[in-house]
C-alpha cells in the first residue's frame, strides 16, 4: 500500500473474501441433492464445480455468457465432469433451488467479524460484488454483516461487472470517497486487485483459493493479517 494513512474508505468483495462460498455452497448442494433425491457422490461433484464455477464466472464477468447461461452451464458441465447422467428437464430446478438456498447459509471465513469490528468506526466500509442483487443483500443479511456497511454496489445493479473501471468509479462517486484514499479487499487479482489498482486505489489481495503470487499489492493468506497492516 503506497499510504495506509491515507486511507479513508474500505471497499470488500463479498464472495471469496467475507462470505465462505465454498463452504456455504456445499451445504446448499447437500440440502438440494437430498431434497431432490439426487444420487451422487457429493465430494466428486463439489471437487469438479468450483473449478468449473470459477471458469463460468470469469466468462461472466467477460460478458460472454448471460446470468442464465451461468446459472445452467456450470451445472451441466460439472455433471458432465463427473459422468453422472442427468435429467436436463432437472437443471432448471435444481438451478433455483440452489439460488433460493445459498443465501441461507451464512458461514463466514475465519476472522471476518473481527476484522470488521476493528475497522468500523476507523472507515466507512461498503462492498463492491459481481454477485446478483438479491442473493447478496440475503447473504449479507443472514450472516450478520449487513450492519458494518454504508454501501452495497452489486454489479446487477450497476449494470457493469468488475474488473470494469465504471463499477468503482460509480462507488467511488457514491461514497464521496477519492481513489487514493480508497482500499479494494478482494480475492481476485483480475476482478477485484488490478480492477481497482487501474483507478488509482490501493488494494490487498486476499488470496482464498491460492491464485499465483504477484507484486501488484500486499498478499494475505488470512483475514486477521489486515489489522496488522492498517
Not at 3 to 25: A, R, V
Not at 98 to 124: R, V
Amino acid at each position: 500500500m503506497r499510504d495506509k494513512n491515507q486511507i479513508t474508505d474500505m471497499f470488500f468483495d463479498l464472495d471469496h473474501t467475507l462470505w465462505d462460498f465454498e463452504k456455504n455452497s456445499a451445504l446448499t448442494f447437500e440440502k438440494i441433492f437430498d431434497e431432490l433425491h439426487v444420487d451422487l457422490n457429493l465430494n466428486d461433484f463439489l471437487g469438479a464445480y468450483e473449478c468449473i464455477n470459477h471458469q463460468y464466472w470469469k466468462l461472466y464477468r467477460e460478458n460472454k455468457i448471460s446470468q442464465e447461461e451461468l446459472r445452467h452451464m456450470r451445472l451441466i458441465k460439472t455433471f458432465q465432469a463427473i459422468d453422472f447422467a442427468f435429467d436436463p428437464t432437472e437443471i432448471d430446478s435444481i438451478s433455483d433451488q440452489y439460488i433460493l438456498h445459498l443465501s441461507t447459509f451464512s458461514n463466514l471465513f475465519e476472522g471476518a467479524i473481527s476484522l470488521l469490528e476493528e475497522l468500523k468506526g476507523k472507515y466507512q466500509l461498503h462492498v463492491i460484488t459481481n454477485g446478483f442483487e438479491v442473493v447478496q443483500h440475503h447473504k449479507i443479511n443472514n450472516s450478520g454483516l449487513s450492519s458494518y456497511f454504508e454501501n452495497i454496489f452489486t454489479a446487477e445493479k450497476v449494470g457493469y461487472k468488475k474488473p470494469n473501471p465504471i463499477i468503482f468509479k460509480h462507488a467511488l462517486d457514491q461514497t464521496n470517497a477519492i481513489a487514493n484514499n480508497s482500499l479494494m479487499i478482494g480475492d481476485s487479482l483480475e476482478a477485484d486487485i488490478l480492477g481497482a489498482l487501474n483507478i488509482g486505489m490501493q488494494a490487498i489481495h486476499f488470496n482464498s483459493h491460492n491464485e499465483p503470487l504477484h507484486d501488484h499489492c500486499p498478499i494475505v493468506q488470512n483475514l486477521d493479517e489486515i489489522i496488522l497492516m492498517l
